[in-house]
């Protein structure tokens, strides 16, 4: 089983739609968790990070944690063609170093 | 403030031979990573280094050898490339605790 999962997609959303991104973890220790964006060709960009139950807003972005189902989420609100890229869910374990990234989510927005 | 650097961004090589790629930061971390991209396969963790002069095994260590130089440098050495390892190699560091990975450009290897 894999640290972290993710549906790999494609998502695809239309031009103002909520996209509804998702992701599951297997390590209950876990404390922290990241959303990074990475566009085709480029390297990965944070975009959320999340470290206690609920939501966490940043402008169209809300990252949602339940600890108890293991899960992460993101929701992009407003969707724009700009938004189409590779969603990765990244989670730090415990109180070691080391990050796990899932394989990442593949979001495409039609204008 | 560049951030983190990677050199090459490019490269190319035969089976057998070694190379080492180049990260150094100037943001302050800590802790410095050493990740392979493939597709379909997300991020996986090679080594990484909790602090100057510590370094663990990731996920994917075999065929792959790092030095942390200093709080500034960590280096990935292939001693004799395989076809395998061809990937997008990223390098991360981070400052603190709680705090996010913050990458590279990347390092687009091929081993022929």
């Known amino acids: 089983q894999k640290e972290v999962e993710q549906n790999s997609g494609p998502l695809s959303v239309p031009e103002g739609a909520i996209a509804s991104l998702n992701c599951t973890y297997s390590?209950?220790?876990?404390?922290?968790f990241f959303w990074y964006r990475q566009y085709s060709g480029k390297s990965p960009e944070l975009i959320m990070s999340?470290?206690?139950?609920g939501d966490k807003e940043d402008g169209r972005f809300t990252a949602q944690l339940n600890k108890a189902s293991q899960y992460v989420s993101l929701l992009i609100r407003d969707s724009q063609p700009s938004d189409s890229a590779t969603y990765l869910c990244?989670?730090?374990?415990?109180?070691?170093?080391?990050?796990?990234f899932g394989s990442g989510t593949k979001l495409n927005v039609k204008p | 403030n560049a951030g983190v650097t990677q050199t090459p961004k490019f490269q190319v090589l035969k089976t057998g031979q070694s190379m080492t790629l180049q990260c150094a930061q100037d943001?302050?971390?800590?802790?410095m990573y050493w990740y392979r991209q493939d597709p379909g396969m997300g991020l996986r963790l090679i080594y990484y280094?909790?602090?100057?002069?510590?370094?663990d095994k990731g996920e994917v260590p075999n065929g792959y050898n790092v030095s942390r130089l200093n709080k500034r440098e960590f280096s990935l050495r292939l001693e004799s490339a395989a076809p395998s390892q061809t990937s997008v190699y990223f390098c991360?560091?981070?400052?603190?605790?709680?705090?996010?990975?913050?990458f590279g450009n990347g390092t687009r290897l091929t081993v022929t």
């Open positions: 990244a989670v730090k374990v415990g109180n070691f170093n080391k990050f796990y």
């Open positions: 280094s909790a602090s100057e002069g510590t370094t």
């Open positions: 991360a560091g981070r400052e603190g605790t709680n705090s996010p990975l913050h």
């Open positions: 943001m302050n971390h800590n802790s």
């Open positions: 999340i470290y206690s139950n």
């Open positions: 390590d209950r220790g876990s404390q922290s």
